[in-house]
């Protein structure tokens, strides 16, 4: 397929008018969206379910109020999302995996006091503790209740406004806020990242442009909505270029996964490494063979996962890279130009600059413009203030190298570096040479204060017989320094993963921490 060309002119309209855009283009009849109730909508049906469900919202949720989502990947998440959008709400998306601490910041950060959810989905991912903390401090509004209060005449009125949207639909600038998304907090306290609708709908454009899809080609995403990959990659972007998309509502659904890939024919599926290993170990042989683009991000692809893929099922990954302040999308690879090792190249119409860190060689850490970076961060001290980004750059706070063809490795974080005894060492080559020792098991590394070293390197895994002897000895074998073998391996039944697949390093960190402290007390 030809390359498409990026238009910046496109990219300014509301998340909204992006939807009725595609609608014009592939007809109000096109079935455009999924889920695991397998009740089909077209274009049509999610334009009037928006408009009814977003007339009843109207009234239970002020302008200029941020109304909460916490709700799974679905068709009924999707509703939800273009309701707010109907109606002129900002929506906030929630993770229902973050725990109430970090809920609680995040509502108190986006100045959500109502939150939309579901009683069947608090019961089936048995969130009810969360539900009570929550209600502490913010009025839920179950979907199912509101959706009791739609009658024949607002049914009418919606199919009313379905054939006049834009006559209808809430007036908005493309450069106001579409969506509060928080980051993953995989190192940290999660932050509210405000992403305009032109940033969005430009990173479908970055997208569509440097990727080729084809017309017939449909999606399927498991991934989280409260994540960006989630729902810009699995929603927005097929939505608003016309691909159906079949949402699941969650990832670690591995062994049926597999068999819906197969059963609904998709050809676009995207994943993390960590579940991409999962399906395939789940999957029979011709499960997963319709598939023809298969994006990998949010954490390293393993050259085992690779093999595995192409082996099984003559799939070749795809990795990228993103994050969630770009909307997310940064770079990544394509089929005529997969370059395995390196997240691809940066998507059009996107600028950025490498400055050194002081003790890293070999790499410099990135920063980030354009149209799909964000305004900044929420500012938790003003209601409805933000942190706004110096002269529009992002630092994305990724040690990288960029390559003569534009071609990125990711070397790892800064917060992913460890001072021992004076050298930096990179964790993610930590958990790189455990992974090329026991290549059938997980591991995640963290460093801790040292009195005597700055910082010492604790290795998790969750293979039984790993010896800091073992991969001292491969260290050595190939050429790798001993400041980056582990001084204390620790197994574990399963290395804990946030709710969008990445490692959760700072439930790790702070295990070490208790464990070390423990040692030491003894």
């Known amino acids: 397929m030809a390359q498409r060309s990026f238009e910046l002119a496109r990219t300014r309209v509301t998340l909204f008018e992006a939807l009725l855009r595609a609608r014009d283009l592939k007809g109000g009849k096109h079935k455009i969206i999924e889920d695991h109730e397998r009740k089909p909508l077209s274009y049509d049906d999610l334009v009037r379910a928006a408009f009814a469900l977003g007339g009843k919202l109207d009234t239970l949720i002020k302008r200029r109020e941020t109304a909460g989502i916490l709700l799974p990947t679905g068709v009924g998440s999707t ?9 002129g709400r900002t929506p906030a998306m929630l993770n229902f995996t973050a725990g109430a601490m970090n809920l609680r910041a995040a509502c108190d950060a986006a100045n959500v006091r109502k939150i939309l959810t579901s009683r069947i989905f608090i019961k089936r991912a ?121 949402l699941f509502p969650s990832p670690l659904a591995v062994k049926e996964i597999p068999k819906l890939i197969k059963d609904t024919g998709a050809n ?35 050259p085992e996962t690779r093999d595995l893929y192409m082996k099984r099922f003559g ?41 050194p ?31 706004l980004l110096p002269e529009g750059w992002h630092d994305t706070g990724d040690v990288v190298d960029v390559d003569e063809d534009g071609y990125i490795r990711i070397l790892g974080r800064v917060k992913r570096f460890a001072k021992v ?45 790993a010896t800091a002897d073992a991969l001292q000895a491969w260290c050595k074998a190939n050429g790798a320094s001993e400041l980056a073998v582990p001084k204390r391996i620790v197994v574990i039944d399963d290395i804990p993963l946030l709710g969008t697949g990445k490692t959760d390093y700072v439930a790790l960190s702070r295990m070490a921490a208790e464990r070390f402290a423990e040692a030491k007390a003894a």
Request: with cysteine; glycine share 10%.
């Open 79 to 87: 509703v939800t999302f273009f309701a707010l959008h109907a109606i």
């Open 315 to 355: 799939v070749e990954l795809l990795e990228g890279y993103g994050a969630t302040e770009a909307s997310p999308l940064i770079s990544v690879n394509v089929p005529a130009r997969n370059r395995h090792g390196t997240v691809g190249q940066f998507v059009p119409a996107l600028e950025w600059r490498l400055e």
């Open 126 to 246: 048995g969130l009810e503790a969360l539900e009570a903390e929550l209600s502490k401090f913010a009025k839920l509004i179950y979907l199912e209740d509101v959706r009791k209060t739609i009658d024949l005449g607002d049914k009418i009125l919606a199919l009313t406004k379905g054939f006049f949207p834009r006559m209808f639909a809430a007036k908005g600038s493309p450069d106001d806020t579409a969506v509060i998304l928080f980051t993953s907090g995989s190192y940290g306290t999660p932050k509210g990242a405000v992403l305009s609708h032109a940033n969005l709908v430009a990173n479908v454009e970055q997208g569509y442009a440097h990727v080729p899809f084809e017309p017939d080609w449909s999606f399927f995403s498991p991934l989280p909505m409260f994540h960006c990959f989630g729902l810009l990659g699995g929603v927005l972007l097929p939505l608003f270029t016309g691909h159906k998309t079949f």
């Open 268 to 302: 676009v599926f995207f994943a993390t490494d960590t579940f991409a290993q999962q399906y395939a170990r789940n999957a029979d042989d011709d499960d997963m063979k319709c598939i023809r683009l298969m994006v990998l991000g949010a954490e390293r692809v393993k």
């Open 421 to 465: 005894g004076g050298e930096m060492v990179s964790l993610n080559a930590v958990e790189n040479y455990a992974q090329a020792v026991w290549p059938d098991h997980v591991h995640a590394a963290v460093a801790l204060p040292d009195s005597r070293k700055g910082e010492r390197i604790i290795l998790f895994t969750d293979h039984a017989e």
């Open 357 to 387: 860190v002081p003790g890293i060689d070999g790499g410099q850490k990135l920063y980030v413009r354009g149209p799909n970076v964000m305004r900044g961060y929420l500012d938790p001290t003003k209601p409805f203030g933000i942190d």
